[in-house]
């Protein structure tokens, strides 16, 4: 069966710092990839998703960066933090349709 | 794109009642709606689904109805329990590689 794995749980780092979650897929090959972020209660914002290797579709500008150098392997980079940048970070896989979640990433940024 | 929207943003019920939970949707190539269930500190887990060739479907306590033409679709959930409280959000897909999520609504239901 097909597991998403997604780390670190929680994160805490100061502002201009720099930032890498990483998100593995197991089970399925060439998925639809996906980074979502939900800022304190509010909703399910989409930042990217990856339909192959190198592939990276953006859906809002800001200072953070995709990337996915293996095909079941989607990293969510930024070079330096903003206060505004913390948030509850998802990563998703899925076909074309459904999209089934990690347990997501807490980050907060002092 | 996709724009999909979602109301209310909170709703409160007494246990036992019914919640309904409405969505519209802009894209009338959208043909996918799943809705998803977050708990409190927890990723959002897909609940039922509905396709667009579908008008209503149901998963015992769990209903979804569709309106292709009006382009709106709702969640109809009966009985309700205290775990049933919750964030839930609507979405939809067109095929076009990816799921756009409505806003979310947090039900509360009263012991």
């Known amino acids: 069966s097909q597991t998403i794995h997604q780390w670190p749980a929680t994160l805490v780092q100061p502002v201009g710092s720099p930032l890498s979650l990483e998100c593995t897929v197991e089970g399925t090959s060439n998925p639809n990839l996906y980074w979502y972020r939900q800022a304190a209660g509010r909703g399910l914002q989409l930042l990217f998703y990856?339909?192959?290797?190198?592939?990276i579709s953006s859906e809002v500008p800001q200072n953070l960066s995709a990337s996915r150098p293996q095909d079941r392997q989607f990293i969510l980079s930024s070079k330096k933090l903003l206060l505004s940048d913390s948030g509850f970070y998802l990563c998703?896989?899925?076909?074309?349709?459904?999209?089934?979640f990690g347990q997501g990433t807490r980050l907060t940024v002092v | 794109g996709e724009n999909v929207e979602q109301h209310p943003s909170t709703l409160s019920v007494q246990e036992g009642d019914s919640a309904v939970i409405k969505c519209t949707y802009s894209d009338s190539a959208s043909n996918y709606f799943p809705w998803y269930k977050q708990e409190l500190g927890k990723r959002p887990q897909l609940i039922i689904d509905i396709r667009s060739n579908v008008g209503e479907k149901k998963d015992q306590r769990i209903a979804v109805t569709l309106n292709k033409t009006a382009k709106h679709f709702s969640l109809h959930i009966t009985e309700t329990q205290p775990e049933d409280s919750a964030v839930y959000f609507c979405a939809g897909s067109g095929g076009y590689q990816k799921v756009t999520f409505g806003i979310g609504t947090k039900l509360q239901v009263i012991p």
């Open positions: 998703a896989w899925g076909p074309i349709t459904e999209a089934f």
């Open positions: 990856s339909v192959g290797i190198g592939q």
